[in-house]
């Protein structure tokens, strides 16, 4: 992780030591009584940490922040649920570019048990979000909800700019659609086999843009990422960019 992340209440009080971050701190960062570390507040300003005392059970910290939090992000991703393990990378990766909130829909071509596996029953997705965002040494975690119907994703994801990618009818390139200077984007992604006709009719129905990244079929969590990106350079998202110095592979 390249920032250890706090919620609010956290950082008043000492960080036991069987915590993955205090073993992060102290077993990967190295760091002893006097050192400082990046920090971030969940949805709030970046800041440094310095270690004020190590202690057998817990770890005493303080904190300074940064006087404003990272701009919030602006796009919504609907993506066909799909097996846990590509759910997985889908997660992370799509935490790590920098979105709002991510939809995991059911599909016509989803596979119905997929909703319940327990990646989602048991919150494990969330670890994987929470490992996405400290990689990108951000703060915003995007709000996930999965086992959503399409129709009712498209509602809640209303946005100014809305685009599905799609390898039959996409005949738009991803990057001539995703325009500079929109206040809320939406990307709808497909299940491991795509969009029926009759849900290409829907997405289409409600204001999506068709569009594709050539004649390549990509996997689920490939095209999220390569979509995502596109969207992020073509929008200009990365052009104010900041990689700090202390990032990490």
């Not at 960062?29 to 507040?41: A, C, I, K, M, N």
């Not at 990766?93 to 048991?122: I, K, Q």
């Not at 809305?162 to 990307?187: C, F, M, S």
Request: charged share 20%; net charge negative; with cysteine.
């Amino acid at each position: 992780m390249n920032i250890v992340l706090f919620a609010g209440p956290e950082v008043a009080r000492p960080l036991p030591r069987q915590d993955p971050r205090a073993r992060h701190i102290l077993e990967v960062l190295r760091r002893v009584p006097g050192d400082s570390l990046d920090v971030g507040l969940i949805d709030g300003p970046r800041g440094k940490a310095t270690v004020v005392a190590v202690h057998e059970t817990e770890l005493i910290l303080s904190f300074i922040w940064q006087e404003s939090a990272p701009a919030p992000e602006v796009i919504t991703l609907i993506v066909g649920l799909c097996r846990p393990q590509s759910s997985r990378r889908v997660l992370r990766e799509a935490a790590t570019l920098g979105v709002a909130r991510m939809f995991f829909v059911r599909t016509e071509r989803s596979e119905p048990t997929y909703a319940d596996s327990s990646l989602w029953s048991t919150g494990e997705y969330q670890r994987h979000v929470r490992s996405g965002v400290e990689q990108a040494f951000a703060t915003r975690i995007p709000t996930v909800i999965a086992g959503m119907e399409l129709a009712e994703a498209i509602i809640e994801a209303e946005a100014e700019i809305r685009i599905a990618l799609d390898n039959y009818e996409g005949i738009k390139p991803l990057h001539q659609v995703a325009a500079p200077g929109a206040a809320t984007l939406v990307l709808a992604v497909g299940s491991e086999r795509g969009w029926t006709a009759a849900e290409r009719v829907q997405l289409v129905d409600a204001g999506y843009q068709l569009a594709g990244m050539g004649s390549r079929v990509l996997r689920t969590e490939t095209a999220v990422t390569a979509g995502l990106s596109v969207i992020k350079a073509a929008t200009g998202a990365w052009d104010a960019g900041v990689t700090p110095d202390t990032r990490q592979p």
